[in-house]
Every structure is written in structure tokens, then in C-alpha cells.
Nanobody, 111 residues
Framework: VQLQASGGGLVQTGGSLRLSCAASGFTFDDYAIGWFRQAPGKEREIVACFSDSDRTQYYADSVKGRFHISRDNAKNTVYLRMNNLQPEDTAIYYC?????WGPGTLVTVSS
């Protein structure tokens, strides 16, 4: 299993970014997949994910209404659209599925 996240960067408060996670090595549409993040000095926390059963979307309360997760099964890719970014969204964002983790992509939101 390989997960390669991309799309992070530096953005001003209120800005937007779209993260992508290209997956390979497993049957993409059979598994739950989602995004976690880890801010400096804090524990890793879930951001958003798809369940493996009915494709239900889950969002952390802190990102509801601002972030949107989507997937393209034909491209084996999951996306995270992040709008109205705030300094507290600064973190390394990781894509994960089935206990596997990608290397992460850094999102920095300047105030």
C-alpha cells in the first residue's frame, strides 16, 4: 500500500487549499480512507473520512462547513478541499487507510 499526499503549502487566513492523496497497492474502493492532521505539540487527530461500508462522510467538528472530502475511484485518489482556513488548521495532513499512512503534507496558515 502506498499513499502519496500533496497539495499542502502556505496560505493566508481565509484562503483555500485542496489536498490530494494518490493511493496504490490495494482495491481503493473497498476501504475506508481519510485524512488526519497533527499540529505542532499536539496529538494526531481525525479531520475527515469516508467509511468503508456506505461511503458515509465524517468530519471533525472543527472543520465542518469548511472542509469537504471527496474521492475519485477511477483515479484511486481522495481529496480534501479546505476553505476558510484558519491558523489553527496549521498542521501536517496525513492520508490513511487500513492502518497505512502516507508521509503527509504540510499546511501552514498565516494570520
Amino acid at each position: 500500500v502506498q499513499l502519496q499526499a500533496s497539495g499542502g503549502g502556505l496560505v493566508q487566513t481565509g484562503g483555500s487549499l485542496r489536498l490530494s492523496c494518490a493511493a496504490s497497492g490495494f482495491t481503493f474502493d473497498d476501504y475506508a480512507i481519510g485524512w488526519f492532521r497533527q499540529a505542532p505539540g499536539k496529538e494526531r487527530e481525525i479531520v475527515a473520512c469516508f467509511s468503508d461500508s456506505d461511503r458515509t462522510q465524517y468530519y471533525a467538528d472543527s472543520v465542518k462547513g469548511r472542509f469537504h472530502i471527496s474521492r475519485d475511484n477511477a483515479k484511486n485518489t481522495v481529496y480534501l478541499r479546505m476553505n476558510n482556513l484558519q491558523p489553527e488548521d496549521t498542521a501536517i495532513y496525513y492520508c490513511t487507510t487500513g492502518g497505512h499512512w502516507g508521509p503527509g503534507t504540510l499546511v501552514t496558515v498565516s494570520s
